[in-house]
């Protein structure tokens, strides 16, 4: 389950219709998804996208997106301390950054507008979707695992425009 945690006024919440409602106000969509059926630790690509065709599809049709794969992050991925550097420094993206998390959990750190610092911790079944040129950054919580369902209209449109502005070394391990 999600928790959202306000830096500012060091508070963390944990119901999940205050983080909608809370993330909403920036833009920030999180819902919740179910598979239609149960998944193998180690269930393919495909098995994974048709479990959450249900969800999946509506969704791309609807908001016009074209193509969705799936990342699994783990210890053992090789050049797994760069892959993760490489998400820890603020960035925005010329597109918006959907997930959903199939398994794992990791962290999206949000720099809004108003200089407030939120911190999303998502887990298996949190879908997320970030605004095009928000400000954040991510990271691999604990244990480095990470199984994601990623969605675009552009893959190109989804390469890190680094901000340089060193927000996230105040908050990163």
Known sequence: MATLFIARE?????????IQNLLKDHGVMIAKWEASKPLANDASQDEIL???AHELKPFMEKNGYATADVI????ETPNLLAIREKFMKEHTHSEDEIRFFVDGQGK??????????????????DFMSVPKNARHWFDLAPGYFVKAIRIFSNMEGWVPNYTGSGVDASYNP
């Open 72 to 75: 699994n992050v783990h210890p």
């Open 10 to 18: 060091n508070v963390t919440v944990t119901d999940f219709k205050s």
């Open 108 to 125: 999206f750190w949000f720099h809004l507008d108003n200089e407030e610092i939120l911190c999303v911790t998502c887990e298996r079944g």
């Open 50 to 52: 048709s479990a959450y």
